[in-house]
């Protein structure tokens, strides 16, 4: 037996003809690794995974440089390096080899770096950071701070090529923290690579914590909690891109490429923040693409 095709098959194939797939039809997969975990990169290049992801919390790093510089150098894969906040960042990344760099030094949901260290850049200005560095040789991947879909046609108008997305596909059926009911609503569990908990399941090595074996000498830069549930992924996902091609509308673009070049950022104040936002009303249903939770009123 050579291969099975079943009516499923055929069927995801028709529903979904968008998928990201390889020159065999499978959908495409990345994984991440530490600092030079060579053996563990040879092993997924065994498996034929699609891209390595080489993931910290602090890209502009000599060790990141050099392990990205060496798996270049042993495999034929492409490699996606971060995070950065910095052209400098960004621009010594490209130079060591990376295919795409991940912009964002402590915006996401669940992090705590700022506050925790006191480091940290705007995510906006860690975006454009990163594409000033960057130079257009290679994409730049928004890392964290999506609240709405609004913030994804942010990241994209601000030179971002994609945008990763953590606690709003955390609240999804598919995505794997359990499902909890509290005061009525349903949540379910997230918790940050930083946590407490997920550094000592493994993720310390992100933080350049590896060495220490006593779990309460970790100093952890990220929480755990829940969010809203949010349904289907498929549906979720409709809302996303809607919401970018409707801001493609407003500023007159056809193109994701036209979208970066023409669009215009300006200052707001904090007045505007809540301006933006439905006021002077009790909503009594919630929007499928909008939540209060995700402004902070809880």
């Known amino acids: 037996l050579a291969g099975l095709i079943t009516m499923r098959d055929i069927d995801n194939f028709t529903k979904h003809s968008q998928a990201c797939r390889d020159a065999r039809g499978r959908l495409r997969v ?103 560095g960057t130079r257009g040789q290679v994409p730049v991947i928004a890392d964290g701070g999506v609240r709405l879909s609004g913030d994804i046609a942010k990241a994209i108008a601000s030179g971002a090529g994609s945008v990763m997305l953590g606690s709003l596909f955390a609240g999804l059926e598919e995505s794997p923290g359990e499902l909890v009911i509290h005061r009525g609503r349903h949540f379910k569990t997230y918790r940050g690579m930083g946590s407490a908990g997920a550094m000592t399941l493994g993720s310390s090595d992100r933080y350049g914590q590896a060495s220490i074996r006593d779990s309460r000498k970790y100093v952890p830069e990220g929480v755990e909690g829940r969010v809203p549930y949010r349904g289907q992924l498929a549906d979720f996902v409709y809302q996303m891109v809607g919401g970018l091609r409707a801001a493609m509308g407003y500023c007159g673009c056809s193109s994701l490429d036209e979208f970066r070049a023409k669009t215009q950022f300006v200052r707001v104040s904090g007045a505007t923040v809540v301006e933006n936002h439905p006021h002077d009303i009790q909503i009594t249903k919630e929007s499928p693409n909008y939540t209060v939770t995700a402004v902070g009123d809880e």
Do not use: W
């Open 30 to 132: 990345g994984a991440a690794v530490g600092i030079m975990q060579l053996d563990r990169v040879e092993r997924l290049v065994a498996a034929e995974v699609d891209v390595i992801v080489v993931d910290t919390a602090h890209g502009h790093s000599l060790n990141v440089m050099r392990t990205v510089s060496e798996i270049k150098k042993r495999f034929q894969i492409e490699v996606i390096a971060g995070n950065v906040g910095t052209a400098d960042g960004a621009r010594a990344l490209v130079d060591a080899g990376a295919d795409a760099v991940k912009a964002g030094i402590g915006p996401g949901s669940i992090c705590t770096t700022r506050v925790v260290t006191g480091v940290g850049v705007p995510q906006i200005t860690a975006i454009m950071n990163a594409v000033e």
